[in-house]
């Protein structure tokens, strides 16, 4: 399966930010997906993931409240809503699936990997 990521850019503290990973070439309701980050000069790091029917949901804990992970079965897509968004969150973002009913917060774990779409937040 092919992942496309889409959806970043630039933003102020405080502000919002919805990404995209369209999926492509394969079954996507077979596959968890999981979103993960990587800062520059940082180990890349679990963000948030969804089971493969969209029902359960799982999120590192620095971002809980503010970011939501969902899915669209219909239209192949995943989403991770980014709200009151901090510079901290500031890096790559990657989608990530797995071909599995549950995800895993380890990125060695999944299977097939989208470009990354940066996301800065200025203080």
């Known amino acids: 399966v092919q992942l496309q990521a889409s959806g970043g850019g630039l933003v102020q503290a405080g502000g919002s930010l919805r990404l995209s990973c369209a999926a492509s070439g394969g079954t996507f309701s077979r596959y968890a997906m999981g979103w993960f980050r990587q800062a520059p000069g940082k180990e890349r790091e679990f963000v948030a993931a969804v089971d493969r029917s969209g029902t359960f949901t799982y999120y590192e804990d620095s971002v809980k409240g503010r970011f939501t992970v969902s899915r669209n079965n219909a239209k192949n897509t995943a989403y991770l809503q980014m709200n009151s968004l901090k510079p901290e969150d500031t890096a790559v973002y990657y989608c990530?699936?797995?071909?599995?009913?549950?995800?895993?917060?380890?990125?060695?774990?999944?299977?097939?990997w989208g470009q990354g779409t940066q996301v800065t937040v200025s203080s």
């Open positions: 990530a699936a797995v071909e599995a009913l549950y995800p895993t917060t380890g990125w060695d774990r999944y299977d097939y």
